[in-house]
Each structure stands twice: as C-alpha cells, then as structure tokens.
C-alpha cells in the first residue's frame, strides 16, 4: 500500500519490469526522530522518491541508538521484495546479514552494484 492509501497491483504486469520482477525498487532506510536521536524505518520505496517520501511497505526497524542497534524484521515480508526483485542498500544490507537473511540480501546488493 501507498502512504496516500492507493494500492499497487501486483497481479497486473508493471510497465517497468525484468524478468526478474518489479523494476527500480529498493529497500533502504527513512530516518525519524529528534535531532540527535535518530531512529529509523526499514522501508521497499521506488528507487526515485525521496529518503522521507513516499513509500510501498515497512519491512522493519533499526534503532542506533539503543544499547545493542535494536533491529526488528519482518522477514518473510523481506524475502518476498528480495524476489521481487528489490535491492537492498548497503547499510540495509550489512543489518540483513546480521539479522541472519544475509544470503539473499548480499547477493541481490551484489548484482546492483557497479563494477569498474
């Protein structure tokens, strides 16, 4: 679902698509809290809105600031935008492998990024 209530419809191909799933998705972090106190959302947004903007679905939390970067996952929710053909980003994908999906997010941030 949208944040404005619309809904994607999943069941109907997308115009942007691979063979792999929806196109330009990422799953990357939108930062809330006070100054100084950061806490933050662990979101799937398409790859063009803004860090804060609009988003598809929350997948998780992260919180730095707790004694042990608290980190709450919906790891089924994740695995799906990971076959879907989302990419993590690189911080999202160093909390995944530490919260144990690491296989996947590490390979899918592995095919997004650039080789020179």
């Given at each position: ?16 698509t691979t063979g792999k799933g929806i ?33 598809i679905e929350q997948v998780g939390t ?55």
């Amino acid at each position: 679902m949208l944040t404005d209530g619309r809904f994607y419809n999943l069941d109907q191909p997308a115009k942007a698509t691979t063979g792999k799933g929806i196109m330009g998705l990422k799953i990357r972090l939108t930062r809330l809290g006070a100054k100084k106190t950061p806490y933050y959302r662990i979101i799937v947004a398409d790859s063009r809105s803004p860090r804060d903007g609009r988003f598809i679905e929350q997948v998780g939390t992260y919180d730095p600031k707790a004694e042990s970067d608290k980190v709450n996952l919906k790891a089924d929710k994740i695995k799906y935008w990971l076959n879907q053909g989302a990419t993590p980003t690189v911080t999202v994908r160093s909390i995944l492998v530490k919260a144990g999906l690491g296989a996947k997010a590490a390979k899918g941030a592995a095919e997004a990024a650039p080789t020179a």
